[in-house]
């Protein structure tokens, strides 16, 4: 590892920004919109798609429609076969997307029996040609996002041959979840908490290709946390990118404090209250295209997290949006129990004092 392969200077992507991961059932179309009215700046991605979905699925709308006001927004894309990727690649640029990632990462026992996700970093020179295939089809960047290695790949060595051959193959960065998968014996959700972090393996590979954009995935719980990562780390260079997945569907309102952070964008951050009027037209147009409200408000649970009268507007949602003839009558009384709620303590405060 003593000679560092140099990299080509790469078009903006994802891995030299702050992202939103992709979550599978989560960040569709809805949640992005809801999302980008938190931040004008951070990098939005589809939840991940298969190849056979595009190509057989004869449902494109469905699986690429997204809103104009996405963008940037990134097409993830599930799958193993080169010339599908390069297909679906041209598909992503088609339709309107700012980037091209394939998924490396995702350790599902459904994927993997389909060579999708993780079990693809055992098969290094199959990744690379994937990437090679997909630069030739589409003139977006094109990203991979990977986990630090699988199963018994214990040396630093794995990731950095990894890394090094798709480098060669032209990639444009890498978002790398800074834990291993073990493809069987844990599930999904275990894959998140149960390897250790090993933050310093991102800044490593940063350290060996100096000019490849790197972000760095797992276990951040903040935009605040993540800057560290934005700095010198344990000796090592800083990363160029921070990717949440998370802990801002959980808390969406951390994503307001990105632009400030990230971009230098010291612009007035909305209220939670401005965020759901923001919401409101959206809502009722997808309401009279036939759309149903839980399909947006479950995105939204989480705005008031932790504030008085945020458990009131998760109950009322999760109690009534999912009703065939529910409006958005339900939104503004929800946010009806929170104003009233706020009001409530502030009387109790008014009357400590």
Not at 219 to 237: A, D, F, K, M, N
């Amino acid at each position: 590892m003593s000679e560092t392969i140099q990299a080509s200077k790469h078009p903006l992507s994802s891995a030299s920004q702050f992202s939103v991961a992709p979550m599978l059932d989560w960040t569709d179309r809805h949640c992005r919109y809801f999302h980008r009215q938190l931040s004008q700046q951070a990098w939005l991605y589809s939840e991940m798609v298969t190849t056979g979905a595009l190509i057989y699925g004869n449902n494109l709308p469905r699986f690429l429609g997204h809103h104009p006001d996405e963008a940037p927004v990134v097409l993830q894309l599930g799958g193993s076969a080169p010339k599908e990727l390069a297909q679906c690649a041209q598909l992503g640029e088609e339709w309107g997307y700012t980037e091209i990632n394939l998924n490396v990462g995702c350790p599902s026992d459904r994927v993997q029996n389909n060579m999708i996700g993780a079990c693809l970093m055992g098969h290094p020179e199959l990744v690379a040609e994937n990437v090679n295939e997909m630069k030739a089809a589409t003139k977006l960047p094109v990203t991979v996002k990977c986990r630090i290695g699988i199963d018994d790949q214990e040396s630093f060595d794995s990731l950095y041959q990894f890394s090094a051959g798709l480098v060669e193959a032209g990639v444009d960065g890498l978002i790398i979840h800074a834990r291993k998968a073990w493809l069987q014996g844990l599930s999904p959700k275990e894959n998140r908490e149960i390897p250790p972090l090993h933050y310093d393996w991102v800044h490593r590979i940063k350290a060996e290709f100096p000019d490849l954009p790197i972000a760095v995935n797992g276990g951040i719980t903040s935009p605040q946390e993540g800057l560290r990562h934005r700095q010198t780390y344990e000796g090592l260079p800083a990363v160029d990118g921070v990717m949440l997945g998370r802990a801002i569907y959980e808390r969406p309102y951390l994503l307001s404090e990105v632009d400030a952070l990230y971009y230098n964008r010291p612009t007035t951050v909305p209220s939670r209250e401005e965020i759901v009027a923001k919401m409101l037209p959206y809502i009722e147009n997808h309401l009279s295209s036939g759309g149903k409200l839980i399909q947006v408000t479950r995105h939204m649970l989480g705005l008031f997290h932790g504030l008085p009268g945020g458990r009131m507007w998760r109950r009322h949602l999760s109690q009534n949006a999912f009703k065939a003839t529910a409006g958005i009558d339900v939104v503004e009384q929800a946010l009806k129990l929170v104003e009233d709620e706020l009001q409530r303590m502030q009387e109790r405060q008014a009357q400590e004092e």
